[in-house]
């Protein structure tokens, strides 16, 4: 857990690759009094992320990385976070791995949002499976990132009940409901002091 001294909002960076509709999520709590984080920057590895436009309207900073060659780019993101005092990575949708090493520098502070029952549907395409196999059940989970691609500890989760008629898409659109809520109850729970 990062520690935290006195009253000051944990200085917070975001990556994102597509919609950002998580990240604009962030950035409303980030405003909020009760809300544990600042948000300092974003992070994309691609420049057209339709989620870079919540940048400018919130005055934070842009970073974009195109990760083709991962270990240079990783390299470039860590003397970022370290320019900004970042304390805590924010996934949003972010469509890349980190690697090992990158996670290890950031061990504890790098957060996700996944679109399912973790463990179940680890990667991508959870709706579509969670449908095929007639579960009963979909929902989301906020998790530490770990070197095991959505294994980390889990911090919480939701249920949402899947319908007969449901396609990816509308249980996707419900999922991403309750996964607004819950990465907020996420970064509450974590730092419940502030
Ligand atoms: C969300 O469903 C998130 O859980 C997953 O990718 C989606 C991103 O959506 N990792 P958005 O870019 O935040 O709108």
Redesign the pocket.
């Known amino acids: 857990m990062v520690k935290l001294i006195g009253s000051r909002k944990i200085r917070t960076a975001v990556f994102?690759?597509?919609?950002?509709?998580?990240?604009r999520n962030l950035l409303k709590f980030s405003t909020l009094k009760k809300s544990p984080i600042k948000i300092i920057c974003v992070i994309s590895n691609n420049s057209k992320a339709k989620?870079l436009k919540y940048a400018r309207n919130y005055k934070i900073k842009k970073i974009i990385l195109k990760f083709t060659d991962k270990k240079n780019d990783e390299k470039k993101i860590l003397l970022k976070l370290r320019k900004n005092k970042i304390n805590l990575i924010c996934?949003?949708?972010?469509m890349k791995i980190l690697s090992a090493n990158f996670i290890k520098r950031f061990n504890g502070k790098i957060l996700?949002?996944?679109?399912s029952l973790l463990p179940k549907y680890k990667g991508l395409d959870t709706h579509k499976r969670a449908i095929q196999n007639n579960e009963k059940f979909s929902g989301?989970s906020v998790h530490y990132v770990s070197a095991k691609l959505d294994s980390g500890k889990i911090i919480l989760q939701k249920k949402v009940k899947i319908f007969d008629k449901d396609t990816p898409k509308t249980l996707?659109k419900r999922?991403?409901k309750q996964?607004y809520i819950l990465y907020r109850k996420a970064l509450t729970k974590i730092f419940p002091n502030l």
């Open positions: 994102i690759s597509g919609t950002g509709s998580n990240f989620g996934l949003a949708g972010f996700n949002i996944h679109p989301c996707a999922v991403l996964e």
